[in-house]
């Protein structure tokens, strides 16, 4: 049983084109992250959901906007996407509470050309 | 700006030898300390969090260690295996629940 399933695992689109990347947890966990791996491989986190309440923003463009529907989804939605968008992006989550382990989404591979 | 540093960035080992590796990070506004397994083409895997100074975690043949008064851990692989081989990430946990990766230390072990 996948835990937490990120769709799709490769995307390949043009600049300017809207896309939105799904993710699921079947954990039972309250918070949910999305990270972004840049080009030097570090793990940033973007955005982190409680119980579908944004507690975690971090500087990110408002082009990405997450929207949780319920606490097992958190998905990104990125919007007249730009060349520099390209990376892999990780989903996770973790029961409520920072020392928590996150378990992560195999990722999603984002190309822009 | 808060960072954390991993050391080595990459590390060449045999079959059967023993390393470690080093996680430094900030000692202010701590909260737990995280280390993570992450082979290629797969997801991050949780191995450890910690959260007191002096904590001492044991995994099989992998054990970490936290020093939270000076800002570091260490991550110890006894007797290394091929399937050992994998990036080993830490991350630090500050008291707003946020998660901050080091760039990890990619493992390699030849048979």
């Known amino acids: ?113 | 700006i808060l960072n954390v540093e991993q050391s080595p960035q990459s590390l060449h080992v045999q079959e059967g030898d023993s390393t470690n590796f080093t996680c430094s990070f900030p000692s202010s506004n701590f909260y737990a300390l995280h280390w993570y397994r992450w082979e290629t083409a797969k997801s991050p895997e949780a191995l450890f969090v910690m959260t007191l100074n002096g904590d001492e975690k044991k995994k099989g043949r992998i054990s970490a260690t936290l020093n939270t008064k000076e800002g570091y851990s260490y991550l110890y692989i006894k007797g290394s295996q091929p399937e050992d081989s994998a990036t080993y990430l830490c991350a630090f946990c500050n008291q707003g629940g946020k998660l901050i990766f080091g760039q990890g230390t990619e493992l390699s072990v030849k048979p």
Request: charged content about 20%.
């Open chain 1, 1 to 113: 049983d996948t835990a937490v399933s990120q769709t799709p695992k490769y995307l390949v689109t043009q600049m300017g084109n809207d896309k939105s990347i799904k993710c699921e947890q079947n954990l039972g966990h309250d918070t949910m992250y999305w990270y972004k791996q840049d080009s030097k491989k570090f793990l940033k986190i973007m955005f982190s959901y409680n119980n579908k309440e944004l507690i975690i923003n971090e500087t990110v463009p408002n082009r990405f906007s997450p929207k949780s529907p319920d606490k097992a989804h958190l998905n990104l939605h990125i919007n007249s996407l730009e060349l520099g968008d390209s990376a892999v992006y990780f989903c996770a989550s973790s029961q409520a509470g920072a020392p928590q382990f996150q378990h992560f989404g195999d990722g999603t591979r984002l190309s822009i050309l």
